[in-house]
């Protein structure tokens, strides 16, 4: 039983290329030999083709030091922070909001307890914050 011919299309092509650009700026191979290949990618038509021209690279490891990978980690852990920190923010408002409430409508500025809250929030904005810091420079 043979197993059926699987097409590929420009986009696969494309991401073949990728990768070959890739591996030849990490020096795997050659400006002749990178010609070659990427000539390869563009003239397969099947995925086997496209497998055999990436046979002898290490793929996974091209894909996680790709660059534009790493820049869109670091901008969605930015944008988690910047997230958590909007909630933190609005949990503030809203403590120190109800104890303002209390405050005006006794008459007694009492003991001002949002500080367990708004302390206990920040410790864990600064936990998240700062490994994303250390990770993103």
Not at 1 to 24: C, I, K
Not at 67 to 86: C, D, E, N, T, Y
Not at 97 to 125: E, K, M, N, Q
């Amino acid at each position: 039983m043979t197993t059926p011919t699987v097409r590929v299309g420009d986009r696969d092509r494309e991401t073949t290329a990728d990768l070959l650009s890739q591996a030849l700026a990490q020096g795997y191979f050659d400006l002749t030999e990178y010609e070659t290949r990427v000539q390869a990618a563009f003239a397969a038509r099947s995925a086997e083709e496209l497998r055999r021209v990436v046979a002898d690279l290490p793929v996974e490891h091209l894909r996680r030091t790709d660059p534009r990978r790493i820049a869109a980690r670091k901008s969605a852990a930015r944008a988690s922070v910047r997230f958590h920190l909007a909630g933190y923010a609005a949990m503030v408002a809203i403590v120190l909001a109800v104890w303002l409430t209390i405050a005006l409508t006794t008459g007694s500025t009492g003991y001002f307890w949002p500080i367990w809250p708004i302390l206990g929030g920040a410790i864990g904005v600064l936990g998240h914050a700062l490994p994303v810091r250390t990770y993103c420079r």
